[in-house]
């Protein structure tokens, strides 16, 4: 079980901002920006590069949930969206999850 299984399930507590039959969102425990909120599916996808065509409704999902929290958070100066996939990204915990980013200037190129 991976950590946002659990966060998913309530055997490990996180602050909880949205969440429906497919996805849920809240805080990172390790903010890169004032805001810094996750968006993950409830059901395990490993990262993008595992993702189907059939989980295209999904994918969509997520990214429409990241535009409303972001304008429920207030992000409307800008904001990013990020899908780190493998391990030259940094990805860190196995299961598909979106970065929403804001309230502060992010740098471009990223690290
Ligand atoms: P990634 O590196 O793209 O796989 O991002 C994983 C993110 O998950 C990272 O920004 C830190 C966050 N994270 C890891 N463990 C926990 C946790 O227990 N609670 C919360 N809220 N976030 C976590």
């Known amino acids: ?10 055997q490990t507590p996180a602050k ?12 990172d425990v390790n903010p890169q920006a004032p805001v810094h909120v996750l968006i993950v599916p409830k059901r395990v ?3 993008l590069t595992e993702a189907t065509d059939s989980d295209s409704a999904l994918l969509g999902k997520l990214l429409l949930v990241a535009r409303d929290i972001a304008k ?13 996939s493998g391990p030259d990204a940094g990805e860190s ?19």
């Open 1 to 10: 079980m991976t950590i946002f299984e659990k966060i998913i399930a309530r």
């Open 16 to 27: 909880i901002i949205w969440e429906d039959d497919d996805a849920i969102a809240f805080h």
């Open 45 to 47: 996808v490993p990262r």
């Open 72 to 84: 429920k958070l207030d992000l409307s100066s800008g904001y990013r969206v990020v899908i780190n």
């Open 93 to 111: 915990v196995p299961h598909l999850h979106v970065h929403l980013l804001g309230k502060r200037a992010l740098a471009w190129p990223p690290g």
